[in-house]
């Protein structure tokens, strides 16, 4: 599709009056080269002025949130973390709410899947930085994290119980993460699930066989869901776009939804619309429809 204003991707109709836009990052707004288009910053910019919030809701750490940083208009938010933190990108990233994974909740979480699906190894996702274990695939984006089992990485030493260490060792976790060299990543997936049940929440957003681990009740979703209510926004007035399992959730809750051309099955299945790739600017594709559909009736 090339024209900007003509029927939707595949022609699901367009959602009445949207009050709020939430939109996945990675393999959603952002090209597979990881930055934003110019397109899709203009549409971005063009939802904003036309009354429109824009929310980025994504899997990854307030760190990594710099390439969309600066498109971020007006109240500044976006959720990370799969739903652990709402920051703000205009203050650097700040926290300003975070839903932590309990460190016994994380430790009874490694121990399962350590039975249930031997050579899992794991990373720590804290506030203030991951760290992982020494099998663990290393993040090159982090030179600085702490590597050692998950077992040590999760424990608070009594000393720093209750307050913030110089090392980070108390900061709050905001997921486990979870690798496996073998397992399919939907396999793994299931396997996970199966062990833990409703200890924990587990998802996926990678192509590999990587797990992420939530608290309890903490998603995408719910984190949203919150956000939306202190605007007094109801879920029918929220478009949402994503393209892994951990946007299911999300899509599911909003009032429309688009699939990525690109998505995973079960998110096509689930999502009530459909547009083109994140390549080929699937979400800025939208947003364009609903803003001149927002202009022609003149709001």
Known sequence: MTSPHGPAPDDSPLPASPR??????????LHDDKYVSERTIA???AAEEAGIEVFFVTGRPARWMDVVSEHVHGHGLAICANGAAVVDLHAGGKLLQVRPLER???LAVVQALRDAAPGTT????QSTGIHYEPAYPPFHQDPGATIATAEKLLQVPEQVQGQQAEDGAAAPVLKLLAHHPDLTPDGFLAVAR???GDRAIITRSSPSALLEVSGPGVSKASTLALCCAQR????????AFGDMPNDLEMLTWAGTSYAMGNAHPDVLA???????TNNEDG???VIEQIVARRLADGH
Request: hydrophobic letters at 55%.
């Open 43 to 45: 549409a971005l910019a």
């Open 283 to 285: 979400v800025a594709i």
């Open 20 to 29: 709020l836009i939430a939109t996945d990052l990675d393999g959603t707004l």
């Open 270 to 276: 689930a999502a009530s619309g459909r547009t083109v």
């Open 232 to 239: 007094g926004i109801s879920s029918d007035e929220v478009v």
């Open 104 to 106: 016994e909740t994380a």
């Open 194 to 196: 199966t062990a833990v």
């Open 122 to 125: 794991f990373a720590v996702e």
